[in-house]
């Protein structure tokens, strides 16, 4: 088999193309879930604790300085743990919505495997009964 042909054979398996589509749904999501992290949920908390803007709370380590033979600005150098914040924020939003998601997939599985077989047929009782009569002489 040519090396075209086992890559389109491969790549066209259902859960390869299911994989795709859940990556693609899944970053679509991520980003639904920053823009409320960022745009919904932290500006009221960060109102309630004084007017912070989360993505702007840094540890300065190092002031900015001028390089004093060129005269070019050296950037500070900081830890942004605001923006760590956030997407901490994120990770459990995300995660709680599918393990809400598998919760209620399992949910649903469970109803599926404990619903009763249904009744035999009245002709699949009469064929069972005659079975029977047949084997008994």
């Known amino acids: 088999m040519s090396l075209v042909k086992e890559f389109k054979a ?19 999501f991520g980003k639904i879930v920053a823009s409320l992290v960022n745009d919904v949920i ?4 960060g109102m309630l604790i004084g007017g912070v803007d989360f993505a ?3 540890l300065v380590l190092k002031k900015e300085t001028l390089d004093a033979v060129t005269g070019n600005a050296i950037p500070a150098v900081t ?11 994120n990770f459990l939003i995300i995660a709680l919505a599918i393990f809400a998601m598998i919760k209620i997939m399992n949910a649903s599985k469970k109803k599926e495997e404990a619903k009763p077989a249904p009744a ?4 699949v009782k009469l064929l069972a009964e005659i079975r029977d009569a047949l084997k008994s002489r």
């Open 10 to 28: 491969f790549a066209m398996r259902g859960n390869v193309v299911d994989m795709a589509v859940g990556i693609i749904i899944g970053g679509a």
């Open 42 to 45: 932290m500006p009221p908390i």
């Open 56 to 58: 702007n709370l840094k």
């Open 79 to 89: 830890i942004g743990y605001g923006a760590f914040i956030n997407t901490v924020i």
């Open 120 to 123: 035999p047929s009245d002709e």
